[in-house]
């Protein structure tokens, strides 16, 4: 049985996921640079609220590589979809919604506190904590 189309569809799925994983890497090395140049000018500067300032970006890629790692479940899901679809039925749609592969773990939420971000995202507020706790006294 020749399998074509479905190898196809497979490749444009894995394509995209790839993509969502690479933003993720990328979100995440912006992350750390924006707070390490934050708090190298908020150190020159005489007042050290400015430390405050580095929970912004961290916050906001926060949120974003969340959106970014929910994207990317959602694609799984309908990796898994084509996977057992018979070649007949493939229609190389790229859909991947949360109204039809929601629930579980394909929520913001639940990658929100996932430990691919909350393990990354947790430690580098709690290292800017400690930096304004030692520098404001």
């Known amino acids: 049985m020749n399998n074509e ?3 196809k569809h497979l490749e444009m799925v894995q ?3 790839k993509r969502m994983a690479s933003n993720s890497f990328i ?3 912006w992350a750390v640079t924006l707070v390490a140049g934050i708090m190298a000018l908020a150190e020159k500067d005489a007042d050290k609220m400015y430390f405050l300032v580095a929970y912004i970006p961290i916050i906001v890629f926060w949120l974003l ?3 970014y790692l929910l994207q990317e479940r959602l694609y799984r899901e309908l990796y898994n979809k084509v996977r057992s679809t018979k ?3 493939i229609d190389f ?3 991947a919604t949360k109204k039809e ?3 579980g773990r394909n929520t913001f939420w639940a990658c929100f506190i996932s ?3 909350s393990f990354f995202y947790l430690p580098l507020a709690l290292v800017c904590a400690g930096v304004i706790y030692l520098t404001i006294k």
Do not use: A, H, M, Q
Request: glycine share 12%; charged share 30%.
């Open 5 to 7: 189309n479905k190898i």
């Open 87 to 89: 070649e007949n039925d």
């Open 93 to 95: 749609s790229l859909s």
């Open 27 to 29: 979100l995440k090395g």
């Open 15 to 17: 394509d995209v996921i």
């Open 65 to 67: 590589d969340s959106y």
């Open 115 to 117: 430990p691919t971000e």
């Open 101 to 103: 592969f929601g629930g």
